[in-house]
Nanobody, 124 residues
Framework: QVQLVEAGGGSVQAGGSLRLSCDAS????????MGWFRQAPGKEREGVAT???????TYADSVKGRFTISKDGAKNTLYLQMNSLKPEDTAMYYC??????????????????WGQGTQVTVSS
């Protein structure tokens, strides 16, 4: 079992920054794939960034160069640093874990554990 709790969302003007965090408890999270996803009103949930158990990262094209995913093994915390935010980044952001995957991250449907989400709103 893995429990995930996100924090750090809020409202910010375009061009601003936010840092999301995801506290993980249960199985040591650093040993498997973790990711950030988001869902805007009326849209499907989409992947934002993932990090494997080995620390390799991937990003959606829409956030490359602006967002950075990282993890702190000592704190069992996953982060998403979001810079140069745009109104189109407005969404509910979710942390997710895929404990069965280590060397690579699977499709969204194979992430078995999800947090409750944290809202990010970017105004123009």
């Amino acid at each position: 079992q893995v429990q995930l709790v996100e924090a750090g969302g809020g409202s910010v003007q375009a061009g601003g920054s936010l840092r999301l965090s995801c506290d993980a408890s249960g199985r040591t999270y650093s040993s498997y794939c973790m990711g950030w996803f988001r869902q805007a009103p009326g849209k499907e949930r989409e992947g934002v960034a993932t990090i494997t158990g080995e620390g390799r990262t991937t990003y959606a094209d829409s956030v490359k160069g602006r967002f950075t995913i990282s993890k702190d093994g000592a704190k069992n915390t996953l982060y998403l640093q979001m810079n140069s935010l745009k109104p189109e980044d407005t969404a509910m952001y979710y942390c997710a874990a895929a404990p069965l995957f280590w060397a690579y991250c699977p499709a969204q449907t194979d992430f078995g554990y999800w947090g409750q989400g944290t809202q990010v709103t970017v105004s123009s």
